[in-house]
């Protein structure tokens, strides 16, 4: 019993932080200026500036800020980067950690569950940043 709760509450639990993560991205992206990050370091956080980090010395010198700082680093450049890394990274364990041979009309209602989880982290998200 403890066992098949486990299988179903963790990755909702994982889907959660997943649209927390998806809507930092949002907020980053769209509304910084009005968000809970505006008083953050904006060279990090404001998605407008912050896409320079991966370069030296964006436009003058537009090689790699450091190795992979373009390609498999980029998630360390920014935030915007940062929380696109987590949100996949938890959306994909979410989906490895859930998956098992069920009927179809189950397959539909974990379906609409995880939906829900994720829809609902994205609203945390709302709530916590806006």
Do not use: C, Q
């Not at 639990?13 to 769209?30: E, K, Q, R, Y």
């Not at 998630?75 to 069920?102: E, G, N, P």
């Amino acid at each position: 019993m403890i066992k098949a709760i486990f299988k179903n509450i963790i990755p909702a639990i994982i889907l959660i932080l997943a649209g927390v993560s998806n809507n930092i991205m949002d907020t980053v992206d769209h509304h910084y200026s009005t968000s809970y990050f505006k008083d953050k370091e904006a060279k990090f956080w404001k998605k407008d500036i912050s896409w320079r980090n991966k370069y030296k010395d964006w436009p003058e010198d537009k090689r790699p800020a450091y190795p992979g700082a373009t390609t498999y680093l980029a998630w360390t450049t920014d935030t915007w980067h940062l929380f696109k890394t987590i949100f996949l990274s938890l959306f994909t364990l979410a989906i490895i950690l859930y998956r098992r041979k069920r009927t179809w009309w189950l397959h539909i209602i974990d379906f609409i569950v995880l939906k829900i989880a994720f829809s609902a982290g994205w609203h945390l998200g709302e709530l916590l940043f806006n």
